[in-house]
């Protein structure tokens, strides 16, 4: 793989927390990367060291083979970076936000307007470029934050979070622009917490819980790295411990645990075997209520290599 | 310039003149940095200049009222202005525009050559200043009609014709003896010696400059608090200008903000109200240097306040008091002995006694040399300070 962005190692402390611990991983031109996990998993601050905004404690990036650090301004002309928080002036229009960081990347006068003039048309704001940043509403304001970053045309991309916040129209909006991006072939860094925008994205993804990656690969590895096995949840009324201690003893299930007034089972062919399930929870003096059968996904990978639940 | 130092500079000038956009798009700032400080200017000239003279206006036309406005102008401490109609005058008087007025009617020059009576109308508020006015204008009018008031008493006498009289009057009257009267002041009064001379906008100005510079600079900082908290400070880092780079173009854009404050007094006062602003050179260090100082201070408050409403209260707070010690708003020269020298810790008190030098005994750069020596280290120091908080604000 061509890489694009290379981080080997990486870690950061703030005082005991390891933020950040012996991260690595690469993306590849033209690939979009995703790093998948909740909420103070690290996310942002490994991007913030990706991006030259944070200095390592250990480990190397190297962005297009420049080494990245606070003051690596050869390897940050490569990156753009699209930060979860919106980075622009509600005081200034869309033009002249562009126009500000344009010449902070050292564009020249021609190339400046031209590219400006593209980037307003690929965000879809070229008739409001100039109106104030402040009168947008909340998605064309999320819209021009992604264009800054896309302004002097980087080879790596990073968006951290950018549907936070965003109302469903919007958020559509901004993933249809990400998917375009890597038909242009700009590799994309994305962070997110939510699983379907990973799954809709990511050619590969990195699973990232307190500081460290768990887990790495296309959702179709990494979904198989809890078997070629089904999720069946079923409620039960009665004793869901029982119940789940019941359904073990059923051939193909893998794991059997209650959750509150469920009981959720790995299991292989479910469909086969669900007349085996119900009547296993029968013996146990439970009777089911409802049940779920379904493919896993990447919160049941999540579930199954930390114990926690992505949304945690 | 070299390939380095040429983006570098774009970068500083890029981001400044940002600031400066926002400063000025700031719809508050249109009233405190445009009106305020021409408002204070009028205001305080009105309470401590003076030596313009009162404005009196004068209705009436032909030869003999021509002569009048002269005499008139020759009293001193009066400035006359010609006024179409006496409705107009008494208009412009009780607004207050005009210290008082003289109503010439028709036919006063006929009167003047035939030794005739003849009345002329005084309009003016009832105020003790009035009185003071009336007997000046008093005086014109009797000297004026010297010539034509001793012919009627010869005539009386002699039964010889007046008017022939009044040309023979006019003859003689550069020979007659006069009588004069000399004014010798005792008990020397060090504050008019000090302030004689000066326009009558000329002590309010200087003053407003430093208030509304530090003002303007330290409310403003706000708007680095604004960068700061927009996220745009640290989307700046993730861009290929170095650390520096982006700190001188905060801190320039704070400097942008005062310089413009501190032209724009200038500029105005100097056309619209012909303020004298001394020596060019001595008065262009002095105001860059209070600029730079004024600058450093925003940058410093704009670190280390915790958000923009802060600032702006602060700052306003802090450039206030620092006017009022460092004699902006009232000249140092009032201050009791004490004060003078708690006025000294301020940069403002510095800047006035500077620009007094400057201005009042027309001194130069050398003349200026301490003052601008210590605005220069206050400078230095804040400027320091201030970029080290600054950039402990935005690099983590």
């Known amino acids: 793989m061509d890489a694009v962005l290379q981080c080997t190692g990486l870690r950061r402390a703030f005082g005991e927390l390891k933020a950040v611990d012996d991260v690595s991983f690469e993306v590849g031109a033209g690939e979009t990367y995703g790093l998948l996990g909740p909420n103070g998993a690290g996310k942002t601050t490994a991007i913030s060291m990706v991006a030259g905004l944070l200095a390592t404690d250990g480990g190397e990036i190297l962005v297009a083979g420049e080494v990245m650090t606070p003051r690596a301004s050869a390897a940050k002309r490569h990156v753009g970076l699209v930060p979860q928080e919106l980075a622009i002036y509600p005081d200034l229009t869309a033009r002249e936000n562009l126009d500000f960081f344009a010449r902070l990347y050292g564009m020249d006068k021609g190339g400046r307007a031209n590219r400006i003039d593209r980037v307003l048309e690929v965000i879809g704001l070229a008739d409001r470029a100039g109106d104030r940043a402040g009168e947008y509403s909340g998605g064309m304001k999320r819209r021009l934050n992604i264009g800054i970053g896309l302004l002097h045309e980087p080879r790596l991309l990073i968006l951290d979070e950018p549907t936070v916040g965003v109302d469903p129209q919007s958020r559509n909006s901004i993933l249809a622009s990400v998917e375009d991006l890597a038909t242009d072939g700009i590799s994309v860094l994305y962070t997110t917490h939510y699983m379907e925008e990973a799954e809709r994205l990511c050619d590969r993804i990195g699973v990232i819980d307190r500081g460290r990656l768990v887990a790495e690969g296309t959702r179709r590895e990494l979904v198989s790295r809890i078997g070629e096995q089904d999720v069946v949840r079923m409620k039960v009324v009665g004793d869901a411990s029982a119940a789940a201690a019941a359904c073990e003893s059923v051939e193909g299930v893998g794991s059997s645990d209650a959750e509150g007034d469920e009981v959720v089972c790995l299991m292989d062919a479910a469909a086969g075997r669900l007349p085996a399930l119900l009547a296993a929870v029968g013996t146990s003096g439970a009777s089911v209520a409802g049940v779920q059968v379904r493919e896993p996904d990447l919160e049941d990978v999540f579930l199954h290599l930390t114990g926690n639940a992505l949304r945690d | ?396």
């Open chain 2, 1 to 396: 310039m070299s390939p380095a130092v040429g983006p570098a500079v774009g970068t500083v000038l890029a981001i400044s003149r940002v600031e400066l956009i926002r400063m000025l798009r700031e719809r508050s700032n249109l009233f405190f940095v445009f009106v305020l400080p021409l408002l204070l200017v009028v205001f305080i000239g009105l309470q401590f200049g003076g030596t313009a003279g009162t404005p009196v206006g004068v209705v009436g036309d032909g030869a003999a009222t021509d002569e009048l406005v002269e005499l008139l102008d020759e009293q001193g401490g009066v400035n006359v202005t010609r006024v179409d109609d006496a409705d107009e005058l008494e208009d412009l008087v009780s607004r207050g525009n005009l210290g008082g007025g003289v109503v010439v009617g028709e036919g006063y020059g006929a009167a003047l050559a035939a030794a005739e009576p003849f009345t002329i109308g005084f309009v003016a508020r009832p105020d003790s200043a009035s009185m003071s006015l009336r007997t000046v204008v008093e005086a014109a009018v009797a000297e004026h009609a010297a010539a034509s008031q001793a012919a009627r008493h010869v005539a009386d006498v002699t039964g010889l014709e007046a008017s022939t009289l009044v040309d023979l009057a006019d003859d003689v009257r550069g020979e007659v003896a006069t009588v004069t009267v000399t004014a010798a002041e005792v008990g020397g009064d060090a504050l008019a010696e000090e302030f004689a001379g000066l326009g009558q906008f000329d002590l309010g100005a200087s003053g407003q400059l430093f208030l509304f510079v530090f003002l303007t600079s330290l409310a403003g900082s706000a708007a680095l608090i604004q960068t700061r908290q927009y996220g745009v400070a640290a989307r700046m880092m993730s861009t290929p200008a170095p650390t520096p780079v982006v700190l001188a173009g905060l801190a320039g854009g704070r400097l942008a903000v005062a310089l413009f404050q501190a032209l724009y007094i200038i500029v105005v006062t100097t056309v619209g109200f012909d303020v004298d602003w001394g020596d060019p050179l001595a008065t262009g260090v002095l105001v860059l240097l209070f600029c730079v100082v004024a600058a450093a201070a925003g940058m410093l408050l704009g670190s280390v306040a915790r958000n923009d409403a802060q600032a702006s209260g602060a700052g306003v707070g802090i450039a206030l008091v620092a006017a009022a010690l460092g004699g902006s708003m009232m000249p140092l020269e009032f201050f009791p002995e004490g004060m003078r020298q708690i006025a000294l810790l301020t940069p403002h008190g510095w800047a006035n006694t500077a620009m007094a030098e400057i201005v009042r005994r027309d001194g130069g750069v050398a003349d200026v040399a301490v003052e601008l020596g210590v605005l220069a280290a206050i400078a230095v120091v804040l400027t320091a300070l201030a970029t080290v908080t600054l950039r402990r604000a935005i690099v983590r």
